[in-house]
């Protein structure tokens, strides 16, 4: 797979996210690991985690980061080039709650658990969760950089930020990415991706695929996506991956896989070659109603 950059990392353009390994109804960790060891098997060398890909409870918490150490622990090829990501800010202690602590004492308090998980001495990508509208920005990301001014983290990155926000989050660290919500179901950060390209900011496409929920069933819902996945010959779910590809090549999706073979048909999409055509049909194409079910 072709690379992408984000910050001073080369990572495979489209990522792993482990979300889905780790939230209630995940699968046990020996077939989560098997995912993991997959995906690098086929050339994936980026993993998306965060602390609070987990159980809804307090013990659990670190879940999605312990599962992503010990499948790089475990896994028996080379590993060096291998980037991961997670992200600090969220925690989830019941059901249904994901409650935001963006104060700069919890995120370093955070950090450090997360080397801890990852079992590494340096982040490789850090990203503020989401922002804390009780704590000003320059507060949570003063954090970032100190935490990277110290080593513990290499690269910073932002997550669920508009445009305003990532505006005056580029005034307060050195932003190497922004994490959003990205599918043809929730096209609300195409218009950051202009921006994004110009400043040389990778864009990681966050529930490329519409999440769960929508993943299976794009192409009833987005008809567009399974019209030209009939003319390619792949699934509709591989145009999803390669139109987001096609975008910029700042932007950098990071579906879950919970087997072998979404995994594999996640790297295939990669070699996809959409016409000019085919991007201005899917780009203007338009869910049906069905799709604001969730
Ligand atoms: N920053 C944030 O606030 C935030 C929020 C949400 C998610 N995320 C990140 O984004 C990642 C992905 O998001 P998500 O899990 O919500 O949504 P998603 O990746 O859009 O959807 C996941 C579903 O897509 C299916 N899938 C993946 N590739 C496929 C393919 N090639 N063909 C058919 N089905 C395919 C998976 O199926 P199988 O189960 O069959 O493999 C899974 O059920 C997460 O793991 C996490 O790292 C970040």
């Given amino acids: 797979m072709n690379s992408r950059l984000i910050g001073d990392m080369a990572v495979s353009e489209v990522g792993l996210g482990v979300m889905g390994l780790a939230l209630a109804g995940r699968p046990d960790e020996k077939d989560a690991i098997q995912v993991i060891c997959a995906a690098l098997d086929n050339g994936i060398n980026f993993i998306d985690t965060a602390d609070c890909y987990c159980l809804d409870s307090e013990i659990d918490h670190g879940y999605g980061e312990r599962l992503v150490g010990k499948a790089l622990k475990e896994y028996g ?13 969220k925690r989830k202690p019941k059901e249904g709650m994901w409650p935001t602590n963006g104060k700069p004492e919890y995120l370093k308090s955070a950090c450090e658990q997360s080397l801890k998980n990852l079992g590494v001495d340096t982040i490789d990508l850090y990203q503020l969760h989401a922002p804390d509208e009780n704590v000003p920005l320059e507060e949570s990301l003063g954090a970032l950089v100190e935490l990277q001014q110290e080593g513990k983290i290499n690269n910073i990155g932002v997550s669920n930020f508009d445009a305003d926000q990532l505006n005056l989050a580029m005034t307060i660290a050195p932003v190497a990415s922004v994490q959003n919500r990205l599918s043809p179901f929730d096209r609300s950060s195409l218009d950051l991706i202009e921006f994004c390209t110009m ?6 496409a966050y529930s490329p695929l519409g999440g769960a929920s929508k993943a299976k069933r794009v192409g009833e819902f987005v008809h567009e996506f399974q019209y030209v996945a009939g003319t390619h010959q792949v699934t509709a779910q591989q145009i999803v991956l390669a139109w987001e590809l096609n975008l910029s ?5 990071i579906p879950t896989c919970r087997s072998a073979e979404t995994v594999k048909s996640c790297v295939e999409s990669a070699d996809v070659r959409l016409s000019t055509e085919d991007m201005i049909l899917l780009t203007n194409s338009v869910p049906t109603g069905d799709a604001s079910i969730d």
Avoid: S
Avoid at 77 to 89: E, F
Avoid at 199 to 204: C, E, N, Y
Avoid at 249 to 253: N, R, T
């Fill in 77 to 89: 090829g080379n590993t060096a080039g291998v980037k991961v990501a997670t992200k600090g800010g």
């Fill in 199 to 204: 400043f040389g900011i990778a864009l990681i």
């Fill in 249 to 253: 090549h700042i932007v950098i999706p």
